[in-house]
T-cell receptor, first 113, second 115 residues
């Protein structure tokens, strides 16, 4: 099955700095890569996603880049704010009719005011 | 508020017991997914139902079972509980049959503690 590794497991940044979280996957047929944000006591919430036919996608302060050759994708958050503090999960949907999203183990981001 | 409702929010029980977790999906969503979240394993996919039928199965133990009812709500049954079953159980819903056809909306989870 699909293997998803996420790094780092924890990340602390100063308010206003950028944060980058990286995920690697094993199945070259994977075609859908969402990122979820989980705040304390809540369920994960989709913040951005990218499909395999696109290399980069931006939405205001967040962006995701995909390198299919190297089988990795990254979440970039610019101008971080305290409300960005949360656990972030990457996920991968394998190709060939898979219906199962495989999640990374999460990155706890702390933005220090 | 995601629109996905899970009950109960917290549940404490003993080893060997059986519990039922309930999920009401967002209005209009036909798919329901169940995930287990533990500290060391992250989010593990258990099972998915689409419009009443089982669609995909992940790492779900034989002691666990689920179903989706005609009104589209779903229940996850956990039996012969063990200490290691203590975790957060999330339900998510989406419109389509596949996770990439629409956003997955997660509930706030049911925290199960097995003593």
């Amino acid at each position: 099955g699909e293997n998803v590794e996420q790094h780092p497991s924890t990340l602390s940044v100063q308010e206003g700095d950028s944060a980058v979280i990286k995920c690697t996957y094993s199945d070259s047929a994977s075609n859908y890569f969402p990122w979820y944000k989980q705040e304390l006591g809540k369920g994960p919430q989709l913040i951005i996603d990218i499909r395999s036919n696109v290399g980069e996608k931006k939405d205001q302060r967040i962006a995701v880049t995909l390198n299919k050759t190297a089988k990795h994708f990254s979440l970039h958050i610019t101008e971080t704010q305290p409300e960005d503090s949360a656990v972030y999960f990457c996920a991968v949907l394998s190709g060939a009719g898979s219906y199962q999203l495989t999640f990374g183990k999460g990155t706890k981001l702390s933005v220090i005011p | 508020d995601s629109g996905v409702t899970q009950t109960p929010k917290h549940l404490i029980t003993a080893t060997g017991q059986r519990v039922t977790l309930r999920c009401s999906p967002r209005s209009g969503d036909l798919s329901v997914y169940w995930y287990q979240q533990s500290l060391d394993q992250g989010l593990q996919f258990l099972i998915q139902y689409y419009n009443g039928e089982e669609r995909a199965k992940g790492n779900i133990l034989e002691r666990f079972s689920a179903q989706q009812f005609p009104d589209l709500h779903s229940e996850l049954n956990l039996s012969s509980l063990e200490l290691g079953d203590s975790a957060l159980y999330f339900c998510a819903s989406s419109v389509g049959a596949e996770p990439n056809t629409g956003e997955l909306f997660f509930g706030e989870g049911s925290r199960l503690t097995v003593l």
